[in-house]
């Protein structure tokens, strides 16, 4: 098990106040929150913030960490000495809504593990001889799919972390794997409900559910906004100014679209009911982006200086001067 | 550990209509919790009190405003703000996405 050094992970001192503490935690989370963070592994640095938090506020907890010295460095193998925890009372109480699924081995083994769950529920039943029913915890958990798999519908594969009572009474990690059906019709951020697909129920109670929310891997082509989707098609100035019929890629398969002569660029075509499909399928629209070819050669020159002839045409006519 | 699909699957989206009970479940929060976010107008229920049906969106909006209070201690009109502020910035990271794209 590899040790954690809570002080480094807030960018603090041993000897940091708790106001300095809680300072430096609300200034990572905010940071690092993965509702609000487009950090990189901003999840990952939110568990790590909120792990050494749950220690160090807690003046209990903080001393007995404080206790263990500053030898040891982020990483370096850890076991925790035996009866560290003499004179400590925090197993198994103490503890604060964050989320203890998320907290690592080292956290585990020096302050067990809180709040597990309707697992707690199973002792109540005990005394009375009774069997305890209650439904599994739901789920929640996020997929990134392709914007085809919106239009098709898709199977996946997860992996899901879940906790379970041990055959020794501590909770443990498991992992499961689960094919997921991604139903037609989804747009990112959006969540479906997977029913039964949750944690198992204790006794005859019921699976929780799992609810999975949606984003989209960025795709070459296309961009999705909601139930639009939109995509960039490059054309030559003369297919812009004289119209054309383009073979244009959409996820549902290739469109032939009719380009209107004098089309500007920028301009948008839009395929009806050609986006994400529902019961009121979104639009997919064609921007137009009118690219110039480079004169290289002295007949493209010629070809350019004949426009110039042609045209009487200023650009720049609304710039005064 | 592998198991199959077999339940039934329902997409939370703006059409879809859930109870104040399966929203609280699908949200894993008490039903005064979900009654504070009706009246500082975070969600909007659809129908009277007694029969409130709440849109799928609202599942992540509720969860969204719970992990953000319990996070970083805002009250209730700081995280309806950010919330408000995170789903704009959203929709503008798109749109700026799309637009880069070229």
Redesign the interface.
Known sequence: MEYRDYYQILGLERTADQAEIKRAY?KL??KY????S?EEQAEDR?KEV?EAYEVLKDPEKRAAYDQLGSSYHTGEDFRPPPNWDQGFEFHGGGYT??DPEAFSDFFESLFGRGGFGGAHAQGFGAGTRRQFHAEG??T?ARIAINIEDSYRGA?RQITLKHSVLGADGRPEI?E??????I?K?????????????GEPGIGEGKPG?L?L?ITFN?HPLY???GKTV?L?LPLTPWEAALGDKVAVPTPDGTVNVTIPPNSRNGGKLRLKGRGIP??EPGDFYV?L?IVTPPANSDEEKEAYRQFSQAFSFDPRSGMGG | MQQNQNGDITILDEDSELTLKELCRACGIPAEQILALVEEGIIEPRGPQAHWRFSGICVRRVRRVYHLRRDLGVNLAGAALAIELLEEIEQLRARLARLEHK
């Not at chain 1, 929150?33 to 609000?36: A, I, K, N």
């Open positions: 609300r989370a905010r929150h993965p509702d609000v487009k939110f909120s809504e964050a915890e739901n929640h199977t498991k499961r794997k689960l094919n997921v059906k139903p019709g989804v747009t990112e951020g959006q969540q479906i409900r997977l029913a039964g697909q559910d609810y929310e960025p961009h999705a906004e939109y960039d529902a019961k921007v982006n």
